[in-house]
């Protein structure tokens, strides 16, 4: 049974840290990656951070390289962002989303993840 489920979202303030975690398991197939996106109000859904299971590589976006960093726990099934120096630019609902990689190297577009959390939101008050 695929699982795939959000925690830790919350309200902070500005230059304050939240740690989502994400459970992550079940899936039908092993080369994968498992992508926190976010989308806040009136915006679209965006990329924030990602890391493969086929050799851990991870990769962030250009507005929270620095300041979110993705791991993963194999054995609990577990995958954490922990997000640091919060800007209320952050706030939105942000999802764990798992997609098969491409030819097992590359990322798949974001039509193409097949799993979705329910999300978690993430308020960062100025």
């Known amino acids: 049974e695929v699982q795939l489920v959000e925690s830790g979202g919350g309200l902070v303030q500005t230059g304050g840290s939240l740690r989502l975690s994400c459970v992550a398991s079940?899936?039908?197939?092993?080369?994968?990656?498992i992508h926190w996106f976010r989308q806040a109000p009136g915006k679209e859904r965006e990329g924030v951070a990602c890391?493969?299971?086929?050799?851990?590589?991870?990769y962030y976006g250009h507005s929270v390289e620095g300041r979110f960093t993705i791991s993963r726990d194999s054995a609990k099934n577990m995958v954490y962002l922990q997000m640091n120096s919060l800007k209320p630019e952050d706030t939105a609902v942000y999802y764990c989303a798992v997609g098969r990689l491409v030819s097992g190297l590359y990322l798949p577009p974001i039509d193409e993840y097949e799993y979705w959390g329910q999300g978690t939101q993430v308020t960062v008050s100025s």
């Open positions: 890391i493969t299971t086929t050799d851990g590589s991870t």
């Open positions: 079940g899936f039908p197939f092993d080369d994968y990656v």
